[in-house]
């Protein structure tokens, strides 16, 4: 999704911008572009449709320098992707603005500036900011008090950064409802929509809350919050994760981080001390809430969804828990009733999804006893309003599918269940066995990715199709859920997940010998029902992937093309059979020629609703 990158400070800046926007190209975007005001206190303008390396060239064909600059790539929301609609927004060659975000009255503020005599040259929302802040200044309020008339002035969501020829040395910046950071230098001061696009240049962060303004310079920062008075928000020093962006020697960011799912699961699991899961890992008061908790209500987007759906088997037979799960942008706008004391738990890779940190916002406080996020990045919005929070240790995730992020929340999940479960009388033994399985599960997943080769090689029968099938039962139904979204959304190609024994309600109508059927087939105790599933459609002439357990009683025939996987537990077998998933749908992509970490029109962090 969009990204911002802002810097003001005593030497040239450009190179700065440039690289931030190199570091955000992983968010997904289909423009991009950088104002500077030179030294003649002229605005400089580059933007271009298309990858961040069509300004670089545009850049050394034709420099624009500056010490005080915005920068941003943009995915388009409204306007198609063009250089017009491309960011930053210029008005009246004074101010230049950046913003990521949906501004919902921009219909309305746009006749008022019409009125006023503003020209539009762009289809976007972002360019009544613009026009706004210029009409502000021009009537003579500075830009600090131009920018919260601005902001007083829109509905929705947005991180804003903006320049002013008149200021040159200033950038001015605001949040509500999209991150923002300010990243501290010496001398120098940056903004960016997330850490990563600055750690090139400082370790000092400030996250700014939500309605906060800034005004940054070289010589210093000064916040307001959203009543307009002076605030400090805390610094923090960020370290680590930047080795994560280095591809090292894979092809693709995806494929690093399936391999790093042994190392991502086991630093996840080491969380718990000495391997004794209880409800401390969760924070501070876990205790006291677990105790209490008498339903979990599960809510979230996409593969985090899908951790979701795999925990409520886990949540409601370890822990004896009644369990919800619902997607964040169906939970937030419906009357609901919950149970007493249900605790809100929101899942999510980023910790930005704007839907998800919505569902959390708008619960009603009596509606939940507490709220507990599954997130992988410290310091994101969920992260930091939510009242406990499990923060898994997958390392920085950039290919756009998610792959380790969603294997690590299995193992939150499986601690949750493993903690709440021991509040409400769950054997010895079973915690032991649990306990022994997430210990075991890094292995296993190694004995899994061993069988990569294997998995390319059945991959070839899928580039040609224009739709596939995955089917699974019971646990194994939200995998085949989460098989069928790797592929559609890195390979393009229509997938669909059913429950196995929905086949005959419907789905069975499409299986022909041009739709794959990809089953999930762990020797659990539904293999015999899967089996007569996976009868039904080799019966109709389809063509049956199966992913199955070595001791299932599946072999190679005409039709029939298996992959055996190692043996597992009952409870680690979601995970194993995830990561033989995700391979499949990577190596379907490779052949297709996709871009593999950045599909088209997908962002990484979807921000807006
Ligand atoms: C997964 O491969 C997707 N890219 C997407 O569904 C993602 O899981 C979803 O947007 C939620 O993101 P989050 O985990 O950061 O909240």
């Not at 809350?209 to 959203?226: K, Q």
């Not at 090292?248 to 042994?262: V, W």
């Not at 020629?593 to 990484?604: E, F, H, I, S, Y």
Request: charged fraction near 25%.
């Amino acid at each position: 999704m969009c990204g911002i990158v802002a810097a003001t400070a005593r030497r040239e800046v450009s190179e700065i911008l440039l690289e931030g926007l190199r570091r955000l190209e992983y968010r997904g975007y289909d423009s991009a572009g950088m104002a500077l005001i030179d030294n003649e206190q002229r605005l400089q303008l580059h933007k271009y449709q298309g990858k961040v390396s069509a300004l670089e060239e545009a850049q050394s064909l034709n420099p624009i320098l500056g010490c005080t600059g915005i920068a941003h790539t943009r995915w388009a929301t409204h306007g198609q992707p063009s250089a017009a609609n491309a960011h930053p927004h210029i008005s009246r060659q004074r101010i230049a603005i950046v913003h990521n975000g949906i501004i919902e009255n921009h219909a309305e503020l746009r006749e008022d500036l019409r009125e006023a005599g503003y020209e539009f040259v762009s289809a976007t929302d972002t360019e009544v900011i613009v026009h706004l802040l210029h009409r502000f200044v021009h009537e003579g309020k500075d830009l600090l008090g131009a920018m919260q008339a601005t902001v007083a002035r829109l509905e929705g969501a947005y991180a804003l950064a903006a320049t002013d020829v008149e200021h040159p040395d200033q950038v001015v910046a605001a949040r509500s409802g999209s991150p923002l950071v300010v990243g501290v230098g010496i001398g120098e001061n940056f903004l960016a929509s997330d850490t990563l696009a600055l750690r090139q240049v400082t370790d000092r962060f400030i996250y700014l809350e939500e309605a906060d303004v800034v005004v940054c310079s070289a010589a210093g920062l000064a916040i307001y919050d959203g009543a307009g008075e002076p605030v400090q928000r805390e610094m923090k020093r960020v370290s680590g994760d930047v080795e994560d962006a280095d591809l090292g020697d894979y092809e693709h960011y995806m494929l690093k981080e399936i391999y790093e799912q042994p190392h991502a699961l086991a630093a996840t699991f080491a969380k718990a001390s000495a391997g004794d899961v209880d409800a401390s890992v969760f924070g501070d008061g876990a205790a006291e809430v677990f105790a209490q908790t008498q339903a979990v209500q599960i809510v979230a987007c996409g593969t985090s969804y899908h951790a979701g759906l795999v925990a409520r088997y886990w949540l409601e037979d370890i822990a004896g828990v009644p369990c919800q799960v619902e997607v964040a942008s169906e939970f937030r706008y419906r009357k609901r009733v919950s149970h007493p004391n249900t605790l809100l738990v929101t899942v999510s890779q980023s910790g930005e999804t704007a839907d998800t940190l919505a569902a959390l916002r708008f619960a009603a406080p009596e509606e939940f006893i507490a709220s507990l996020v599954i997130a992988n990045v410290d310091n994101s919005s969920l992260v930091r309003e939510s009242d406990l929070a499990f923060l898994t240790r997958a390392g920085m995730e950039i290919g756009v599918a998610s792959t380790k992020a969603f294997t690590t929340q299995l193992v939150a999940f499986l601690m949750l269940a493993l903690a709440l479960g021991k509040e409400r009388g769950l054997s010895v033994e079973r915690q032991q066995c649990l306990k022994e399985g997430l210990r075991d599960l890094p292995d296993l997943v190694k004995q899994t990715l061993k069988i990569d080769a294997a998995i390319e090689d059945m991959s070839a029968a899928f580039i040609q199709k224009h739709h596939a099938l995955f089917l699974g039962r019971g646990i194994q139904y939200p995998i085949a859920m989460e098989g069928a979204l790797k592929l559609k959304e890195i390979s393009y190609i229509h997938a669909e997940a059913y429950p196995a024994g929905e086949l005959k309600h419907g789905p069975l109508a499409l299986v022909d010998a041009d739709m794959p059927v990809v089953a999930v087939a762990p020797n659990d105790e539904l293999l015999d029902k899967l089996k007569s599933n996976l009868e039904e459609v080799r019966s109709r002439g389809g063509e049956l992937y199966v992913f199955a357990d070595k001791d299932a009683g599946f072999t190679d025939e005409p039709g029939v093309h298996v992959l055996a996987m190692p043996h597992a537990p009952e409870v680690l077998q979601p995970v194993i059979y995830t990561v033989a998933l995700q391979l499949l749908s990577y190596h379907v992509a490779l052949q297709k020629g996709t871009d593999v970490d950045k599909p088209r029109n997908l962002a990484k962090s979807v921000t807006v609703e």
